[in-house]
Structures are given as structure tokens and as C-alpha cells.
């Protein structure tokens, strides 16, 4: 096992690595700037796979793979595709990053390797980066496929039912971020599944349009390919201690996170009595149709209810028809009063279905919801302050409509500190001052200039779009999940659910 402190010379941000190339099945980790690397260092000085670590003759060996800007070990120049031997406080440069070996651990070939005895049991994962190999691509639907995955080298996966996971992806030479709700229980911790529907891709979008993922995902991802994914997070679960009663209403592909408890309670024996609604286009559209209907069967405590939308030639069905209603819920849950709600599906079914328990006095402490769609924020009326907005309290977000921004070039005439009457955010990287209302959060104003921040979740619990704030402060519409209290206390924020109060300085 080899340990580095990793630091950029440029920003100061400072990070710590484990590589162990002895228990991968290449037997090496890469370094570079490709989200599929084991060692990612984001820049444009470093290659896409600039170099290696291997394990040769016991000893771990540091490899530049031919990349454009070179490496050097102690200031001294690495010849392309040599094998250098490190040692403890050996300095590898990369471009603007600086690699520490702090500790080198002796290492084991994979041969020798027996993870019961030398781990001391099953290895578990329970959060961070992860490889994972898939080995079972499952049609559900005309549109909807499952992809089953295990970790290399094997682990058991530690997660909540109907938390999500982040994949990591390299599509068209672009790094892409997108998460996908996992969909089999932690009950069966050998394998890991995601079911994802496919979607069209628009012709032009920013920042992997939905659409982008899902068709590479069905198009190209194949049995033995290895992708690169992180989690697992999200607050959208029953776990530990299931209520009682609870009633989960799902639509399309919302009914992800939902299987994934009903399995889970079923798979534990858990003595929750379930009713599992949900609502689809046509009777073939219905994702996990036989196995919840076999559920419902075999489950005395396991109520199935069924919905189409539109009919279908050919096809006959003896199931409710239309979304759910009033009436409709008075009779698949005449008790729903008494139960916990766990609802997802698109933003306009989730309005309507808590609309609906608003309306019929369901305590909304008992109710939750999950999605990654996001509504519009309305723009606050002039005479608000910034400070008196409302507070978003939905459990997931996404991209919110855009009202216009002033840009500037940054000059001279800029405010020099200190909060102005209007928000104003400067890039110090990008020389780019937006003027705004205070609604919009960074990520979205950076959006609106063409400034490149990566992102993913926009809920403030994944981390991929964190920036270093340099002046100013901010406001969180959600809680920023994903920050650790030292991250905060060196001037992190989470731009996708920050926003400016009064004049903000935000190294991008």
C-alpha cells in the first residue's frame, strides 16, 4: 500500500491518497487527469493517463506512460516508460501537483492475497471511490435496463436502500458526473444494481444533458466493462427502523429507490405492513412487474397497486387507471393517515401526490420524497430583502430557470471588499463579474458565463462542484451535506446550493 499527500502548488488544496496496484486485476494505478484513473489530478498540463504505479520485484515502481509535459522525482527528469523504484519522502512532480510518498507498505501479490485472512473478514464499502466490473445487463422494459455490478477486488456493499450513487464516466472525451438511485438492497452485498431508463439526448445542453448518460449506458456499456463510481449518499431512506405502516408511491423510473426497500423489507423480514403504488405510461412500462406482483403474493403484509396512463393495443389490463387521486388513494390505503410516505417519480407527479397529502391532512412530518428533477425558483418581488428569501426544503434540486446576469470583464473599477446593496459574484480565475438577484445559485451564474464547474446532484451532497470561496459570504438553500467542517473552515463551499450575499470572490 502506498500513501502520498497530494497538493496543488498553484490553489494550496492538499489531499491525501491510498494506491494499492497489488489488488487491482491490471496490477497498476493510473494517474492523470481521466475520471477513470485511480490517481485523478484535474488539469490541463496533465495527460489524460500520464503515468502508472506498479508493484516490480516487491518494490512500487512509478512509470510516465509518454505524457506531454513529462515527470520528474526529486527534480530530476523520469524518462518515459522507465521504471523508477519509490522510496519514503520521495516528491513527484506532475505539472502544478506535488505527490508526497509518505508511507510505503510492504506489498502483497494478488496471488497471495485471501481476504478473509488478511483483511480480517469481508471487505465492506461503505462510502468513496470505488471500480466496479459489470456482469448482468437486464432489459426491464423496451426503455429500462439494470446493470448489476461487483467491486475489483471484491467487496461487500454497504449502503441504505434508496440511497444513490455517483458513476464517473469518460463519454466523447469529456469527464461526465451522473447519479442513478440504486435499485437492489443492501440484503444481497455482493453485487450492486442500477436500473436506468433511456432517455433521448437533446441536440445541444450543458453539462451532460439527462439523456447523455443513459444512452451510453444502453448503448455502449457491455458484460466486463469497468466504470468508476462514488457513494453511496442521500438522506431518501427507511433504514434503520422502518415505520409500521408505510405507503411508497412511485412513477417511471422514480420507482428505483422505492424497490429497493420493499426489497429490503422483504428481504429482512421486517415487520412493516407495505402498500407499493405505482404509476406507468402502459402495462409495459411497468418496471419490476412480475417480481412485485410475486412479492404481493407471497407477502401477506405486501400491498401491490398498480396504475396505467395510457392503454395499450393488444394488451389487456385489469389495473387502476390514471395518476393518483383522492378517491384512488381512499381505497389502496384507506389508513394512509397512519402511515410514513416515501414518494419519487417526476417533479410534476411529486407535486401533485403532495398536494394531495397536504389537502387530505396527511402530517407531513411523515412525508418524504426523492428526485433529481428540479422546480423552478420564483424570483423574489422587489421589495424582499436577500436575506428574508425562503429556503428551498425539497430533498433534491436541479437546474432552475435563468434570469438574466449582468457580465462584466473584471477591471480595475471593481469594489475592492465588503458586501455591496446588489450580490455580485467575481471568478477570480475566469476575470468574470456577475451582477444578480440573489436567487440564482453559483453554480448557476457560473453557468450562464460559460465558466466550467464541474457538478452532479446539485443538493449539496455529492461535493463535485466545491470551490474555494477567497471573500464574501454565502447563503445555503440546502444543506451542504457534502462539506467537512475542516473543508469549511479553509473557505470550501458548495456552489450548486450557495448563493451570493452582497460581493463574493469564488476562486473559478
Known amino acids: 500500500m502506498l500513501k502520498l499527500i497530494v497538493s496543488n502548488a498553484l490553489t494550496g488544496e492538499c489531499q491525501e491518497a491510498t494506491l494499492t496496484p497489488e489488488l487491482t486485476p491490471q496490477g497498476e494505478c493510473l494517474v492523470g487527469r481521466a475520471l477513470n484513473c485511480d490517481l485523478v489530478l484535474e488539469s490541463q498540463d496533465v495527460s489524460r493517463v500520464h503515468s502508472k504505479i506498479t508493484v516490480q ?6 512509470t510516465d506512460l509518454g505524457s506531454a509535459n513529462g515527470s520528474y522525482i526529486n527534480n530530476k527528469e523520469v524518462q518515459p516508460h522507465q521504471n523508477d523504484a519509490l522510496k519514503t519522502n520521495d516528491l513527484i512532480r506532475i505539472a502544478d501537483f506535488i505527490l508526497l510518498v509518505e508511507t510505503i507498505e510492504p506489498a502483497v501479490s494478488s496471488g497471495e492475497l485471501s481476504i478473509g485472512k488478511k483483511l480480517g473478514g469481508d471487505r465492506q464499502w461503505t462510502k468513496g471511490d470505488l471500480t466496479v466490473r459489470c456482469v448482468r445487463i437486464t432489459r426491464e422494459t423496451a426503455d429500462v435496463k439494470t446493470f448489476t455490478f461487483v467491486a475489483t477486488p471484491p467487496v461487500l456493499f454497504n449502503y441504505k436502500p434508496g440511497q444513490f450513487v455517483t458513476l464517473k464516466l469518460e463519454i ?25 431508463k433511456q432517455v433521448l439526448a437533446p441536440a445541444k445542453a450543458l453539462d451532460a444533458p439527462p439523456g447523455l448518460v443513459s444512452n451510453w449506458l444502453h448503448d455502449y456499456l457491455k458484460v466486463g466493462d469497468q466504470i468508476k463510481l462514488s457513494g453511496p449518499l442521500g438522506k431518501f431512506t427507511c433504514q434503520p427502523d422502518p415505520a409500521q405502516k408505510l405507503l411508497l408511491i412511485s412513477a417511471g423510473s422514480g420507482i428505483t429507490p422505492l424497490m429497493s ?30 417480481e412485485l406482483e410475486m412479492m ?25 387507471v390514471g395518476r393518483i387521486t383522492a378517491p384512488l388513494l381512499q381505497m389502496i390505503a384507506p389508513d394512509f393517515h397512519e402511515r410514513t410516505v416515501y414518494v419519487c417519480g417526476p417533479n410534476g407527479f411529486m407535486q401533485e401526490v403532495k398536494a394531495l397529502a397536504k389537502k387530505l391532512g396527511l402530517p407531513m412530518q411523515n412525508y418524504h420524497e426523492e428526485s433529481f428533477g428540479v422546480p423552478k425558483k420564483a424570483k423574489p418581488q422587489i421589495s424582499e430583502s436577500v436575506e428574508n428569501l425562503p429556503v428551498a426544503g425539497v430533498a433534491a434540486i436541479a437546474s432552475p430557470s435563468h434570469p438574466p446576469a449582468i457580465s462584466t470583464s473584471v477591471n480595475s473599477s471593481l469594489p475592492s471588499g465588503g458586501a455591496t446593496s446588489k450580490p455580485v459574484v467575481l471568478f477570480s480565475q475566469s476575470e468574470k463579474q456577475v451582477a444578480c438577484d440573489g436567487v440564482e445559485s ?3 451564474l457560473a453557468e450562464q458565463e460559460g465558466i466550467k464547474i464541474r457538478s452532479n446532484c446539485r ?11 477567497l471573500e464574501g459570504e454565502v447563503r445555503y438553500e440546502l444543506e451542504p451535506e457534502a462539506l467537512e467542517e475542516s473543508e469549511q473552515d479553509a473557505g470550501y463551499i458548495l456552489t450548486c446550493v450557495a448563493a451570493p450575499v452582497g460581493r463574493v470572490v469564488i476562486e473559478a
Open 442 to 444: 453559483i453554480l448557476e
Open 57 to 62: 520485484a516487491g518494490k512500487y515502481c512509478y
Open 459 to 469: 443538493q449539496g451532497v455529492c461535493g463535485a462542484c466545491k470551490k474555494r470561496k
Open 172 to 196: 466523447n472525451g469529456e469527464q461526465v458526473l451522473r447519479s442513478y438511485s440504486i435499485s437492489s438492497p443492501p440484503s444481497r452485498p455482493h453485487t450492486l444494481e442500477i436500473t436506468v
Open 261 to 290: 426497500m420493499a426489497r429490503w423489507i422483504a428481504d429482512t423480514a421486517q415487520q412493516s405492513d407495505v402498500v407499493f403504488f405505482h404509476c406507468a405510461r402502459t402495462p409495459s412500462d411497468v418496471v419490476f412487474r412480475q
Open 296 to 320: 404481493a403474493a407471497r407477502l401477506p403484509n405486501f400491498h401491490l397497486a398498480l396504475s396505467t396512463t395510457r392503454p395499450e393495443p393488444g394488451q389487456p389490463w385489469f389495473g387502476f
